[in-house]
Protein backbone atom coordinates (compact mmCIF):
# COMPACT_ATOMS: atom_id res chain seq x y z
CA UNK A 1 0.00 0.00 0.00
CA UNK A 2 1.24 3.06 -0.72
CA UNK A 3 2.13 6.24 0.75
CA UNK A 4 -1.09 8.27 -0.86
CA UNK A 5 -3.42 5.56 -0.22
CA UNK A 6 -3.02 5.71 3.50
CA UNK A 7 -3.05 9.00 3.28
CA UNK A 8 -6.59 8.95 1.31
CA UNK A 9 -8.97 7.04 3.75
CA UNK A 10 -12.70 6.81 3.35
CA UNK A 11 -15.59 6.78 0.27
CA UNK A 12 -14.04 4.10 -2.23
CA UNK A 13 -11.41 2.67 -0.50
CA UNK A 14 -13.40 2.07 2.92
CA UNK A 15 -16.04 0.13 0.31
CA UNK A 16 -13.11 -1.98 -1.34
CA UNK A 17 -12.19 -2.99 2.74
CA UNK A 18 -16.05 -4.10 3.47
CA UNK A 19 -16.28 -6.11 0.34
CA UNK A 20 -13.11 -7.90 1.03
CA UNK A 21 -13.93 -8.93 4.27
CA UNK A 22 -16.98 -9.91 3.43
CA UNK A 23 -15.51 -11.90 0.47
CA UNK A 24 -13.15 -13.51 2.66
CA UNK A 25 -16.04 -14.36 5.22
CA UNK A 26 -13.66 -12.83 8.00
CA UNK A 27 -15.27 -12.49 12.05
CA UNK A 28 -16.24 -8.71 11.66
CA UNK A 29 -16.03 -6.95 15.10
CA UNK A 30 -19.28 -5.44 13.98
CA UNK A 31 -21.72 -6.82 12.54
CA UNK A 32 -25.57 -6.72 13.13
CA UNK A 33 -25.98 -6.81 16.64
CA UNK A 34 -23.48 -3.44 16.99
CA UNK A 35 -25.48 -2.06 14.37
CA UNK A 36 -29.00 -2.90 16.30
CA UNK A 37 -27.31 -1.57 19.69
CA UNK A 38 -25.83 1.54 18.01
CA UNK A 39 -29.26 2.25 16.15
CA UNK A 40 -31.20 1.71 19.48
CA UNK A 41 -28.99 4.04 21.20
CA UNK A 42 -29.65 6.71 18.25
CA UNK A 43 -33.36 6.20 18.89
CA UNK A 44 -32.99 6.92 22.43
CA UNK A 45 -30.54 10.11 21.80
CA UNK A 46 -32.78 11.48 18.93
CA UNK A 47 -35.95 11.17 22.04
CA UNK A 48 -34.00 12.85 24.76
CA UNK A 49 -33.23 15.83 22.27
CA UNK A 50 -36.30 16.70 21.12
CA UNK A 51 -37.22 19.65 23.90
CA UNK A 52 -33.76 21.15 22.48
CA UNK A 53 -34.59 20.84 18.77
CA UNK A 54 -38.35 22.24 19.62
CA UNK A 55 -36.69 25.19 21.43
CA UNK A 56 -34.01 25.52 18.23
CA UNK A 57 -37.23 25.98 15.88
CA UNK A 58 -38.69 28.45 17.99
CA UNK A 59 -35.81 30.19 18.02
CA UNK A 60 -35.56 30.58 14.56
CA UNK A 61 -38.83 31.95 14.36
CA UNK A 62 -37.81 34.95 16.65
CA UNK A 63 -34.69 35.20 14.61
CA UNK A 64 -36.52 35.75 11.52
CA UNK A 65 -39.07 37.98 12.91
CA UNK A 66 -41.80 35.81 12.76
CA UNK A 67 -42.54 35.81 16.86
CA UNK A 68 -46.25 36.58 16.86
CA UNK A 69 -46.97 32.85 15.48
CA UNK A 70 -45.17 32.07 18.97
CA UNK A 71 -46.76 34.21 20.73
CA UNK A 72 -50.16 34.71 19.41
CA UNK A 73 -53.02 32.67 19.39
CA UNK A 74 -52.77 32.78 15.71
CA UNK A 75 -53.57 35.45 13.17
CA UNK A 76 -54.74 38.73 14.83
CA UNK A 77 -56.07 39.92 11.18
CA UNK A 78 -56.73 43.87 11.09
CA UNK A 79 -54.95 44.18 14.39
CA UNK A 80 -51.11 45.46 13.82
CA UNK A 81 -48.77 42.63 14.60
CA UNK A 82 -45.61 44.88 14.70
CA UNK A 83 -42.44 43.08 14.87
CA UNK A 84 -39.50 45.79 15.75
CA UNK A 85 -35.80 45.07 15.09
CA UNK A 86 -34.37 45.06 18.68
CA UNK A 87 -33.64 41.21 19.72
CA UNK A 88 -32.29 41.14 15.77
CA UNK A 89 -30.39 44.37 16.35
CA UNK A 90 -28.72 42.85 19.65
CA UNK A 91 -27.26 39.91 17.74
CA UNK A 92 -26.13 41.85 14.70
CA UNK A 93 -23.84 43.83 17.48
CA UNK A 94 -22.80 40.85 18.99
CA UNK A 95 -21.97 39.44 15.79
CA UNK A 96 -20.12 42.45 14.18
CA UNK A 97 -17.57 42.16 17.46
CA UNK A 98 -17.24 38.89 16.88
CA UNK A 99 -16.21 39.42 13.20
CA UNK A 100 -14.30 42.26 14.36
CA UNK A 101 -11.87 39.70 16.63
CA UNK A 102 -11.14 37.26 13.92
CA UNK A 103 -9.02 34.54 16.03
CA UNK A 104 -5.26 33.99 14.95
CA UNK A 105 -3.25 31.08 16.23
CA UNK A 106 0.58 31.14 17.04
CA UNK A 107 1.55 27.63 17.93
CA UNK A 108 4.57 27.49 20.45
CA UNK A 109 6.75 24.31 20.86
CA UNK A 110 7.10 22.76 24.54
CA UNK A 111 10.90 22.15 23.60
CA UNK A 112 13.56 23.50 22.05
CA UNK A 113 14.00 20.88 19.17
CA UNK A 114 10.47 21.50 18.07
CA UNK A 115 11.08 25.28 17.56
CA UNK A 116 11.12 25.38 13.76
CA UNK A 117 8.28 22.97 13.48
CA UNK A 118 5.95 24.94 15.57
CA UNK A 119 7.11 28.01 13.45
CA UNK A 120 6.31 26.21 10.59
CA UNK A 121 2.73 25.09 12.04
CA UNK A 122 2.16 28.78 13.13
CA UNK A 123 2.39 29.51 8.83
CA UNK A 124 0.65 26.73 7.56
CA UNK A 125 -2.77 26.55 9.60
CA UNK A 126 -4.04 30.14 8.41
CA UNK A 127 -3.81 28.50 4.91
CA UNK A 128 -5.18 25.38 6.01
CA UNK A 129 -7.96 27.53 7.40
CA UNK A 130 -8.30 30.03 4.13
CA UNK A 131 -8.34 26.50 2.28
CA UNK A 132 -11.52 25.39 4.38
CA UNK A 133 -13.47 28.40 4.42
CA UNK A 134 -13.08 28.90 7.95
CA UNK A 135 -14.09 32.56 8.25
CA UNK A 136 -17.17 32.04 6.88
CA UNK A 137 -17.94 28.82 9.03
CA UNK A 138 -17.10 31.01 11.77
CA UNK A 139 -19.17 33.65 10.80
CA UNK A 140 -22.01 31.23 10.31
CA UNK A 141 -21.79 29.35 13.67
CA UNK A 142 -21.52 32.63 15.32
CA UNK A 143 -25.38 33.17 14.45
CA UNK A 144 -25.62 29.88 15.56
CA UNK A 145 -24.34 30.53 18.84
CA UNK A 146 -26.16 33.79 19.26
CA UNK A 147 -29.20 32.22 18.01
CA UNK A 148 -28.87 29.20 20.16
CA UNK A 149 -26.38 29.56 22.61
CA UNK A 150 -24.02 26.76 20.85
CA UNK A 151 -22.13 26.34 17.31
CA UNK A 152 -20.52 23.22 16.38
CA UNK A 153 -17.45 22.74 14.66
CA UNK A 154 -16.67 19.16 12.41
CA UNK A 155 -12.80 18.83 12.35
CA UNK A 156 -12.36 15.93 10.04
CA UNK A 157 -10.42 14.68 7.54
CA UNK A 158 -11.56 14.90 3.44
CA UNK A 159 -9.75 12.63 1.56
CA UNK A 160 -11.36 14.40 -1.34
CA UNK A 161 -9.74 17.45 -1.00
CA UNK A 162 -6.78 18.60 -2.99
CA UNK A 163 -7.72 16.26 -6.19
CA UNK A 164 -7.68 12.78 -4.24
CA UNK A 165 -4.55 13.67 -1.61
CA UNK A 166 -7.32 15.01 1.07
CA UNK A 167 -6.63 17.63 3.31
CA UNK A 168 -8.53 19.16 6.70
CA UNK A 169 -12.06 19.82 6.58
CA UNK A 170 -13.63 22.13 8.98
CA UNK A 171 -17.29 22.49 9.05
CA UNK A 172 -20.19 23.94 10.67
CA UNK A 173 -22.84 21.15 12.03
CA UNK A 174 -26.16 21.72 12.63
CA UNK A 175 -27.70 21.23 16.00
CA UNK A 176 -30.17 19.87 14.70
CA UNK A 177 -28.13 17.07 13.15
CA UNK A 178 -26.00 15.78 16.32
CA UNK A 179 -27.00 14.06 18.90
CA UNK A 180 -25.34 12.63 22.24
CA UNK A 181 -25.53 10.80 25.06
CA UNK A 182 -28.33 12.33 27.67
CA UNK A 183 -26.91 14.23 30.49
CA UNK A 184 -23.51 14.71 29.92
CA UNK A 185 -21.96 17.53 30.25
CA UNK A 186 -18.93 16.82 28.40
CA UNK A 187 -19.27 15.80 24.60
CA UNK A 188 -16.16 13.94 24.76
CA UNK A 189 -17.85 11.47 27.34
CA UNK A 190 -20.55 10.90 25.39
CA UNK A 191 -20.96 7.05 25.21
CA UNK A 192 -21.71 7.55 21.05
CA UNK A 193 -22.04 10.73 18.75
CA UNK A 194 -23.90 10.56 16.30
CA UNK A 195 -24.37 13.16 13.39
CA UNK A 196 -27.15 12.44 10.52
CA UNK A 197 -26.53 13.67 6.75
CA UNK A 198 -28.86 13.88 3.95
CA UNK A 199 -27.84 12.14 1.02
CA UNK A 200 -29.16 11.00 -2.68
CA UNK A 201 -29.65 7.54 -2.85
CA UNK A 202 -28.09 6.83 -5.71
CA UNK A 203 -25.04 8.35 -4.23
CA UNK A 204 -24.94 6.12 -1.43
CA UNK A 205 -25.20 3.36 -3.41
CA UNK A 206 -22.34 4.18 -5.89
CA UNK A 207 -20.00 4.51 -2.94
CA UNK A 208 -21.44 1.09 -1.09
CA UNK A 209 -22.33 -0.42 -3.77
CA UNK A 210 -23.65 -3.91 -0.73
CA UNK A 211 -26.06 -1.36 -0.29
CA UNK A 212 -27.75 -1.40 -3.50
CA UNK A 213 -31.51 -2.57 -4.02
CA UNK A 214 -31.77 -2.27 -0.69
CA UNK A 215 -32.68 1.15 0.52
CA UNK A 216 -36.15 2.54 0.84
CA UNK A 217 -35.66 5.99 0.44
CA UNK A 218 -37.49 9.04 2.34
CA UNK A 219 -38.70 6.19 5.17
CA UNK A 220 -36.11 7.93 7.54
CA UNK A 221 -35.91 11.22 6.87
CA UNK A 222 -36.37 12.75 10.64
CA UNK A 223 -33.27 13.65 13.06
CA UNK A 224 -31.87 16.03 9.93
CA UNK A 225 -32.28 19.96 9.58
CA UNK A 226 -33.71 21.03 6.36
CA UNK A 227 -35.52 17.85 5.56
CA UNK A 228 -39.00 17.79 4.03
CA UNK A 229 -41.33 15.45 2.96
CA UNK A 230 -40.53 15.39 -0.28
CA UNK A 231 -37.13 13.88 0.42
CA UNK A 232 -38.27 10.75 -1.73
CA UNK A 233 -35.20 10.45 -3.50
CA UNK A 234 -32.66 10.90 -0.25
CA UNK A 235 -31.77 8.50 2.64
CA UNK A 236 -30.57 9.25 6.27
CA UNK A 237 -26.94 8.47 6.92
CA UNK A 238 -25.44 8.21 10.51
CA UNK A 239 -22.25 8.17 11.20
CA UNK A 240 -21.51 7.24 14.42
CA UNK A 241 -18.47 7.63 16.51
CA UNK A 242 -17.24 5.87 19.70
CA UNK A 243 -14.56 5.17 21.68
CA UNK A 244 -13.06 2.02 23.11
CA UNK A 245 -9.05 0.82 23.98
CA UNK A 246 -6.57 -0.89 22.66
CA UNK A 247 -5.01 -4.45 24.96
CA UNK A 248 -2.42 -1.28 25.51
CA UNK A 249 -4.60 1.23 27.29
CA UNK A 250 -4.63 3.79 24.57
CA UNK A 251 -8.08 5.37 23.70
CA UNK A 252 -8.74 4.92 20.37
CA UNK A 253 -12.20 6.38 18.26
CA UNK A 254 -13.82 4.54 16.06
CA UNK A 255 -16.58 5.61 13.38
CA UNK A 256 -19.53 2.64 12.02
CA UNK A 257 -21.44 4.27 8.92
CA UNK A 258 -24.97 3.07 8.51
CA UNK A 259 -28.47 3.91 6.15
CA UNK A 260 -31.30 2.61 7.46
CA UNK A 261 -30.79 -0.56 8.71
CA UNK A 262 -27.57 -1.20 6.73
CA UNK A 263 -23.86 -1.32 7.76
CA UNK A 264 -21.84 0.96 5.17
CA UNK A 265 -19.00 1.01 6.76
CA UNK A 266 -17.09 0.20 10.42
CA UNK A 267 -13.62 1.49 11.43
CA UNK A 268 -13.31 -1.73 13.08
CA UNK A 269 -13.79 -4.09 10.08
CA UNK A 270 -11.04 -2.02 7.70
CA UNK A 271 -7.67 -3.72 8.68
CA UNK A 272 -5.87 -0.16 8.77
CA UNK A 273 -7.92 1.29 11.59
CA UNK A 274 -8.53 -1.82 13.59
CA UNK A 275 -6.03 -1.53 15.90
CA UNK A 276 -5.26 2.33 15.67
CA UNK A 277 -8.28 4.08 15.78
CA UNK A 278 -10.12 5.88 12.62
CA UNK A 279 -8.55 9.17 14.34
CA UNK A 280 -5.16 8.58 15.94
CA UNK A 281 -5.80 11.78 18.31
CA UNK A 282 -8.43 9.66 19.96
CA UNK A 283 -11.14 12.55 20.34
CA UNK A 284 -14.56 13.02 18.65
CA UNK A 285 -13.88 15.24 15.90
CA UNK A 286 -16.11 17.52 17.10
CA UNK A 287 -16.05 21.24 19.27
CA UNK A 288 -19.19 22.78 20.65
CA UNK A 289 -18.69 26.85 21.71
CA UNK A 290 -21.05 27.27 24.04
CA UNK A 291 -22.38 30.55 25.08
CA UNK A 292 -24.79 30.59 28.23
CA UNK A 293 -23.83 27.20 29.58
CA UNK A 294 -26.49 24.93 31.13
CA UNK A 295 -25.35 21.98 33.83
CA UNK A 296 -25.75 18.14 32.41
CA UNK A 297 -25.43 19.12 28.80
CA UNK A 298 -22.82 20.31 26.08
CA UNK A 299 -25.35 22.90 24.94
CA UNK A 300 -26.51 26.45 26.53
CA UNK A 301 -28.70 28.95 25.42
CA UNK A 302 -28.34 32.55 23.61
CA UNK A 303 -29.39 35.80 23.36
CA UNK A 304 -32.68 34.95 21.92
CA UNK A 305 -33.91 33.06 25.19
CA UNK A 306 -32.56 36.06 27.29
CA UNK A 307 -34.16 38.94 25.45
CA UNK A 308 -37.26 36.70 23.91
CA UNK A 309 -38.99 38.22 26.99
CA UNK A 310 -38.80 42.24 26.78
CA UNK A 311 -38.79 41.39 22.56
CA UNK A 312 -41.99 40.48 22.95
CA UNK A 313 -43.64 42.78 25.44
CA UNK A 314 -42.03 45.72 23.42
CA UNK A 315 -44.47 44.35 20.45
CA UNK A 316 -47.41 43.84 22.14
CA UNK A 317 -47.02 46.88 23.74
CA UNK A 318 -46.48 48.91 20.43
CA UNK A 319 -49.37 46.53 19.04
CA UNK A 320 -52.00 48.39 21.01
CA UNK A 321 -50.59 52.09 20.78
CA UNK A 322 -50.72 51.15 17.42
CA UNK A 323 -54.21 49.99 17.22
CA UNK A 324 -55.32 52.25 19.84
CA UNK A 325 -53.85 55.06 17.55
CA UNK A 326 -55.85 53.56 14.46
CA UNK A 327 -59.05 53.46 16.38
CA UNK A 328 -58.56 57.29 17.48
CA UNK A 329 -57.87 58.44 13.87
CA UNK A 330 -60.48 56.82 12.25
CA UNK A 331 -63.96 58.79 12.30
CA UNK A 332 -67.03 57.09 13.57
CA UNK A 333 -70.42 58.02 15.34
CA UNK A 334 -73.18 57.16 17.28
CA UNK A 335 -76.91 57.28 15.49
CA UNK A 336 -80.30 56.73 16.46
CA UNK A 337 -82.18 54.01 14.96
CA UNK A 338 -84.56 56.48 13.69
CA UNK A 339 -82.06 59.28 12.98
CA UNK A 340 -83.25 59.33 9.22
CA UNK A 341 -80.04 60.41 8.28
CA UNK A 342 -78.55 58.49 4.47
CA UNK A 343 -75.38 56.72 5.47
CA UNK A 344 -74.70 55.44 2.22
CA UNK A 345 -74.32 59.70 1.52
CA UNK A 346 -72.67 60.12 4.82
CA UNK A 347 -69.84 57.85 4.69
CA UNK A 348 -69.03 58.94 0.91
CA UNK A 349 -66.56 61.94 1.44
CA UNK A 350 -66.84 62.39 -2.34
CA UNK A 351 -70.32 63.89 -2.18
CA UNK A 352 -70.75 66.82 -1.32
CA UNK A 353 -74.46 66.94 0.12
CA UNK A 354 -75.79 64.08 3.01
CA UNK A 355 -79.95 63.88 3.03
CA UNK A 356 -81.62 63.88 6.19
CA UNK A 357 -85.70 63.46 6.78
CA UNK A 358 -87.16 65.13 9.67
CA UNK A 359 -88.16 68.76 10.51
CA UNK A 360 -84.95 69.36 12.38
CA UNK A 361 -81.24 68.60 12.47
CA UNK A 362 -79.06 68.88 15.74
CA UNK A 363 -75.96 66.73 17.34
CA UNK A 364 -78.60 64.21 19.26
CA UNK A 365 -79.69 62.34 16.22
CA UNK A 366 -75.88 62.03 15.60
CA UNK A 367 -73.08 61.63 17.52
CA UNK A 368 -69.02 61.36 17.14
CA UNK A 369 -67.38 58.84 18.91
CA UNK A 370 -63.76 60.63 20.64
CA UNK A 371 -61.86 58.34 22.76
CA UNK A 372 -59.93 59.42 25.14
CA UNK A 373 -55.92 60.09 24.36
CA UNK A 374 -53.46 57.39 25.53
CA UNK A 375 -51.76 58.33 28.70
CA UNK A 376 -48.24 58.71 28.63
CA UNK A 377 -47.24 56.02 31.41
CA UNK A 378 -47.97 53.47 28.69
CA UNK A 379 -45.69 55.22 26.58
CA UNK A 380 -42.56 55.47 28.83
CA UNK A 381 -43.52 51.66 30.04
CA UNK A 382 -42.98 50.93 26.56
CA UNK A 383 -39.11 53.10 26.60
CA UNK A 384 -38.78 50.85 29.95
CA UNK A 385 -38.89 47.75 28.12
CA UNK A 386 -36.55 48.81 25.81
CA UNK A 387 -34.17 49.94 27.65
CA UNK A 388 -34.51 46.53 29.80
CA UNK A 389 -33.38 45.00 26.10
CA UNK A 390 -30.50 46.72 25.66
CA UNK A 391 -29.27 46.62 29.14
CA UNK A 392 -30.10 42.84 29.80
CA UNK A 393 -28.30 42.18 26.33
CA UNK A 394 -25.20 44.44 26.91
CA UNK A 395 -26.38 46.14 23.38
CA UNK A 396 -25.92 49.68 24.72
CA UNK A 397 -26.10 53.06 21.98
CA UNK A 398 -22.24 53.43 22.66
CA UNK A 399 -21.77 49.71 21.61
CA UNK A 400 -23.35 50.48 18.53
CA UNK A 401 -21.59 53.34 17.55
CA UNK A 402 -23.31 56.70 19.04
CA UNK A 403 -21.54 58.39 22.21
CA UNK A 404 -22.23 60.59 24.54
CA UNK A 405 -23.08 64.34 24.38
CA UNK A 406 -19.79 66.68 24.02
CA UNK A 407 -17.56 63.09 23.07
CA UNK A 408 -15.84 63.39 19.83
CA UNK A 409 -12.61 62.21 19.82
CA UNK A 410 -12.11 59.09 18.20
CA UNK A 411 -9.57 57.56 21.11
CA UNK A 412 -12.42 58.74 23.52
CA UNK A 413 -15.19 57.06 22.01
CA UNK A 414 -13.36 53.96 21.32
CA UNK A 415 -12.56 53.75 25.02
CA UNK A 416 -16.22 54.13 25.75
CA UNK A 417 -16.66 51.31 23.30
CA UNK A 418 -14.31 49.41 24.88
CA UNK A 419 -15.30 49.89 28.68
CA UNK A 420 -19.10 49.18 27.58
CA UNK A 421 -18.23 45.71 25.78
CA UNK A 422 -17.35 43.55 28.69
CA UNK A 423 -19.36 40.79 27.56
CA UNK A 424 -18.47 40.57 24.31
CA UNK A 425 -14.65 40.01 25.01
CA UNK A 426 -16.20 37.48 27.52
CA UNK A 427 -17.89 35.23 24.96
CA UNK A 428 -15.00 35.99 22.24
CA UNK A 429 -12.82 34.29 24.92
CA UNK A 430 -14.76 31.42 24.95
CA UNK A 431 -14.98 31.52 21.49
CA UNK A 432 -11.09 31.57 21.49
CA UNK A 433 -10.56 28.46 23.68
CA UNK A 434 -12.95 26.24 20.75
CA UNK A 435 -10.54 27.59 18.73
CA UNK A 436 -7.88 26.38 20.26
CA UNK A 437 -9.50 22.85 20.39
CA UNK A 438 -9.75 22.88 16.80
CA UNK A 439 -6.26 24.09 16.02
CA UNK A 440 -5.30 20.84 18.61
CA UNK A 441 -7.24 18.69 16.26
CA UNK A 442 -6.09 20.20 12.74
CA UNK A 443 -2.38 19.52 14.12
CA UNK A 444 -3.58 15.55 15.04
CA UNK A 445 -4.95 15.24 11.63
CA UNK A 446 -2.03 16.41 9.62
CA UNK A 447 0.36 14.23 12.12
CA UNK A 448 -1.59 11.86 11.02
CA UNK A 449 -2.62 12.23 7.15
CA UNK A 450 0.06 14.05 5.94
CA UNK A 451 2.15 11.58 5.07
CA UNK A 452 2.73 13.04 1.65
CA UNK A 453 5.20 16.19 1.07
CA UNK A 454 2.61 19.86 1.01
CA UNK A 455 3.48 22.88 -0.39
CA UNK A 456 1.72 26.03 1.10
CA UNK A 457 2.30 29.86 -0.04
CA UNK A 458 2.46 32.10 2.91
CA UNK A 459 2.53 35.87 2.90
CA UNK A 460 6.29 36.91 3.97
CA UNK A 461 8.17 39.98 4.56
CA UNK A 462 9.36 40.18 1.14
CA UNK A 463 6.21 39.13 -0.43
CA UNK A 464 5.36 35.48 -1.07
CA UNK A 465 7.22 32.99 0.06
CA UNK A 466 6.71 29.02 0.05
CA UNK A 467 6.78 26.24 2.55
CA UNK A 468 6.77 22.76 2.66
CA UNK A 469 5.51 20.08 4.97
CA UNK A 470 5.05 16.49 5.87
CA UNK A 471 4.29 14.58 8.69
CA UNK A 472 7.14 13.04 9.33
CA UNK A 473 8.61 16.51 10.38
CA UNK A 474 6.37 16.42 13.90
CA UNK A 475 6.55 12.45 14.11
CA UNK A 476 7.90 10.75 17.17
CA UNK A 477 12.00 10.47 16.59
CA UNK A 478 14.76 8.87 18.50
CA UNK A 479 13.01 6.81 20.49
CA UNK A 480 11.21 10.30 21.98
CA UNK A 481 7.35 10.91 22.19
CA UNK A 482 5.40 13.34 19.71
CA UNK A 483 5.89 16.53 19.79
CA UNK A 484 3.67 18.55 21.91
CA UNK A 485 2.72 22.41 20.59
CA UNK A 486 1.00 24.36 22.53
CA UNK A 487 -1.76 27.12 20.58
CA UNK A 488 -1.64 30.60 21.50
CA UNK A 489 -4.48 32.38 20.02
CA UNK A 490 -4.83 36.29 19.28
CA UNK A 491 -7.32 38.57 17.54
CA UNK A 492 -6.48 40.24 14.31
CA UNK A 493 -8.40 43.65 14.97
CA UNK A 494 -10.63 44.92 12.43
CA UNK A 495 -12.10 47.26 14.05
CA UNK A 496 -11.02 50.83 12.77
CA UNK A 497 -12.18 52.76 15.89
CA UNK A 498 -8.92 50.25 17.42
CA UNK A 499 -6.79 51.33 14.89
CA UNK A 500 -7.35 54.85 15.82
CA UNK A 501 -6.83 54.01 19.13
CA UNK A 502 -3.31 52.77 18.42
CA UNK A 503 -2.90 55.44 16.11
CA UNK A 504 -3.50 57.94 18.90
CA UNK A 505 -1.22 55.60 21.26
CA UNK A 506 1.68 56.32 18.98
CA UNK A 507 1.14 59.71 18.53
CA UNK A 508 1.71 60.46 22.26
CA UNK A 509 4.54 58.70 22.40
CA UNK A 510 6.08 60.29 19.50
CA UNK A 511 5.28 63.52 21.16
CA UNK A 512 6.77 62.41 24.86
CA UNK A 513 10.12 61.93 22.89
CA UNK A 514 10.02 58.03 23.13
CA UNK A 515 11.65 57.70 19.61
CA UNK A 516 14.27 60.18 20.39
CA UNK A 517 18.26 58.84 19.79
CA UNK A 518 18.48 60.91 23.18
CA UNK A 519 15.59 59.37 24.76
CA UNK A 520 15.96 55.42 23.27
CA UNK A 521 17.01 54.35 26.67
CA UNK A 522 14.36 55.69 28.48
CA UNK A 523 11.20 54.83 26.22
CA UNK A 524 12.53 51.43 25.91
CA UNK A 525 11.91 51.61 29.66
CA UNK A 526 8.91 53.25 29.37
CA UNK A 527 7.69 50.68 26.25
CA UNK A 528 8.45 47.46 28.23
CA UNK A 529 5.76 48.69 30.95
CA UNK A 530 3.03 49.45 28.07
CA UNK A 531 0.77 47.00 27.08
CA UNK A 532 -0.20 47.74 23.50
CA UNK A 533 -0.74 45.89 19.80
CA UNK A 534 2.72 46.24 17.86
CA UNK A 535 4.11 46.81 21.32
CA UNK A 536 7.60 44.19 20.21
CA UNK A 537 7.97 45.90 16.91
CA UNK A 538 8.16 49.17 18.48
CA UNK A 539 10.73 47.74 21.45
CA UNK A 540 12.87 46.25 18.22
CA UNK A 541 13.12 49.34 16.12
CA UNK A 542 13.76 51.47 19.82
CA UNK A 543 16.67 49.38 20.24
CA UNK A 544 18.07 49.16 17.15
CA UNK A 545 17.91 53.19 17.51
CA UNK A 546 19.91 53.09 20.99
CA UNK A 547 22.44 50.70 20.05
CA UNK A 548 22.58 52.39 16.58
CA UNK A 549 23.57 55.98 19.16
CA UNK A 550 25.72 54.11 21.26
CA UNK A 551 28.17 52.89 18.15
CA UNK A 552 27.95 56.59 16.80
CA UNK A 553 28.87 58.07 20.29
CA UNK A 554 32.05 55.84 20.42
Known sequence: MTEKTKSAAPAERVCGAVRELTHKNRVRPVGNDELKAAMEDFRIYREAKAPLESRIIENELWYKRRHWEVIGTGSRGAHPEPTSA?????????????????????????EERDVCSAQLLSEILPVIMERCDFEQTYSDNWWEKLKHGTAAYGVFWNSEKEQGLGDVDIRMIDLLNIFWEPGVGDLQRSRRLFITDMWEKSAVERLYPHAGGRLKGGACTDGCAGTHAADRDKVLVVDCYYKSRTASGRQTVHLMKFCEDILLYASENDPEYRERGFYDHGQYPVVMDTLFPEKGTPVGFGYVAVCKD?????????????????????????ALNNTGINEEELLDWSRPIVHVEGSSLDENRLKQIKLEPLDKVYVEVLEQKIREMKETSANRDVNAGSSGEGVTAAAAIAALQEAGSKNSRDMIAAAYRAYVKICYLCIELIRQFYTERRCFRITGRNGWEFRSFCSDQIAPKDGCASPVFDVQVSAERRNPFSRMSLNETAKELFELGAFSPEKAREGIIMLELMEFEGKEKALERLRALAEQTARTAD
Not at 91 to 109: C, E, G, I
Not at 311 to 334: C, P, W
Request: glycine share 0%.
Open 310 to 334: PQMYIDKLSANILETAVMATKVRYF
Open 86 to 110: WLFNTLMNKHADASDSYPYANVLPR
